[in-house]
């Protein structure tokens, strides 16, 4: 049985997670969270410790919303050969591009951190990201076993960006003059083209 704290505290999470994602962190006032969530500034200061520590909250679950179906699947990615283990892991990259709500409001909170980066984020990241770097950077080094460390993980950060300035792009791409289609078998389409064009791009050089 949810106590009463607890969905006092998922509340909050909710209500900010909605603000942050239509104002971003800066816009959003401790104020309108705590109208939105119908509670007390108090409630807000005992479960989060003022208004870094709920932001940092909802950046966390945001971030695992995103990276944790990519790392939980890690082990099984490695065992596949690498043109497979790459194809699997953009097609899991691409996947918000089918989601609603809550993943486009996660999208959201990043856009907003691209045009005001917070102190909280970058700490997050750092504290954060080296599960999922180190799974992207394992899966170049499957195509350049030669390359030294630097190479490894501009490689990474690479791979990675193909599938991340489509889905942090969605809701543009898919509105005039672009209009990407964005059902399932356009993004399976997408995820095979960025697949064959990211084999490509691995080639070691000769």
């Not at 900010?16 to 816009?27: C, H, P, S, V, W």
């Not at 939105?36 to 919303?65: C, M, P, T, W």
């Not at 691409?94 to 691209?114: C, G, K, M, V």
Request: positive net charge.
């Amino acid at each position: 049985m949810t106590r009463p704290s607890e969905l006092t505290r998922e509340r909050i999470v909710k209500a900010a997670e909605r603000l942050f994602a239509e104002r971003g962190y800066d816009g959003t006032s401790i104020r309108a969270i705590v109208a939105k969530a119908r509670v007390n500034q108090a409630a807000i200061n005992y479960h989060f410790n003022g208004k870094d520590g709920l932001y940092r909250e909802v950046l966390l679950g945001a971030f695992r919303s995103l990276t944790e179906h990519q790392l939980a699947r890690a082990a099984e990615t490695h065992e596949m050969p690498r043109e497979l283990a790459l194809a699997a892991f953009i097609h899991r990259q691409l996947r918000p591009l089918l989601a609603r709500d809550e993943a486009s409001r996660h999208i959201r909170i990043f856009n907003w951190e691209t045009v005001r980066p917070t102190a909280v984020f970058r700490r997050l990241l750092t504290e954060q990201s080296a599960p999922f770097m180190g799974m992207a950077t394992d899966l170049v080094r499957r195509f350049l076993p030669e390359a030294d460390h630097r190479t490894l993980v501009v490689a990474a950060i690479w791979l990675i960006g193909q599938c991340s300035v489509f889905v942090r792009n969605r809701e543009q791409l898919a509105s005039a003059p672009v209009l990407l289609a964005l059902d399932e078998s356009s993004v399976e389409w997408l995820a095979e083209t960025l697949t064959g064009w990211t084999i490509g791009g691995l080639r070691p050089r000769g």
